[in-house]
């Protein structure tokens, strides 16, 4: 069965359990939930593909998200959001983490319904300002009040990201943790993953 395959794993405690991941895994949140970390850990304990959005959108453009934004505008970085969650939502079950905007499109939310299971990494104001407050990769943080900017655009956000499958707070505990609790959520849904431990 292509795209299913039985995975014989180790948890923490090298405890070896079978997986068997039926749908793709779609990472949502903020800026900062942890996205692209937790997603990459997660990917690598259900030993599946693990993809980013954003990335693929830099590759296929040769350019970082920050130039995209700065030439072409955030119309059409989404415009390619949409098409990236498109073309890798049609792909071989994997952890897909996806920019922390995407989920704000239905046409995009419906895609993700319909095709995998959202995960959506829930995390408070401090935790995502003290991830985020460094780094200048972030177009929609470069603001004369960043801090703000990510208070507005949690508010705004929150009641959306509320309507994905499964809720795992991203707070307290570190990536691996984070990884550990997505895993055992998503073993919560049989039709989304098959596990024996
Ligand atoms: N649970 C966590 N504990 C500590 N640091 C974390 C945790 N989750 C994410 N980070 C760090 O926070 C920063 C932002 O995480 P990232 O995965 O890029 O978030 P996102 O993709 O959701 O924007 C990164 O430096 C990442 O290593
Ligand atoms: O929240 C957003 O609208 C964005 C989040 C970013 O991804 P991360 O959530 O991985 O930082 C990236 O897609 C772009 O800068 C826009
Ligand atoms: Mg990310």
């Known amino acids: 069965m292509s795209g299913a395959e039985v995975r014989r794993l180790r948890d923490g405690d090298g405890q070896e359990f079978m997986a068997r991941l039926k749908k ?6 903020m800026m900062g939930a942890g996205k692209t970390a937790v997603g990459t850990a997660l990917a690598r304990a259900l030993a599946v593909p693990f993809l980013d959005s954003d990335e693929e959108i830099e590759r296929a453009a040769n350019r970082t998200i920050a130039e995209i934004f700065a030439r072409d505008g955030e119309p059409f970085f989404r415009e390619k959001e949409s098409q990236v969650l498109s073309r890798l939502l049609k792909g071989t079950p994997c952890v897909l983490s996806t920019g922390g905007g995407a989920f704000m499109s239905e046409a995009n939310r419906r895609m993700i319904r319909e095709q995998g299971v959202s995960v959506w990494l829930k995390a408070d104001l401090e935790v995502l300002w003290q991830r985020v407050r460094h780094k200048a990769t972030r177009p929609l943080l470069r603001t004369p009040n960043p801090r703000e900017t990510l208070r ?17 707070e991203s707070g307290e505990g570190t990536v691996e943790q984070m ?19």
Do not use: C, K
């Not at 793709?24 to 949140?29: K, P, Q």
């Not at 990884?179 to 989304?192: F, N």
């Open 24 to 29: 793709t895994v779609v990472m949502v949140g």
């Open 179 to 197: 990884a550990v609790r997505v895993r055992e959520a998503l073993a919560t849904r049989p039709d989304v993953l098959e596990t024996d431990g």
């Open 152 to 168: 507005a655009l949690l508010e705004a956000r929150d009641p959306v990201y509320a309507q994905a499958d499964l809720v795992v």
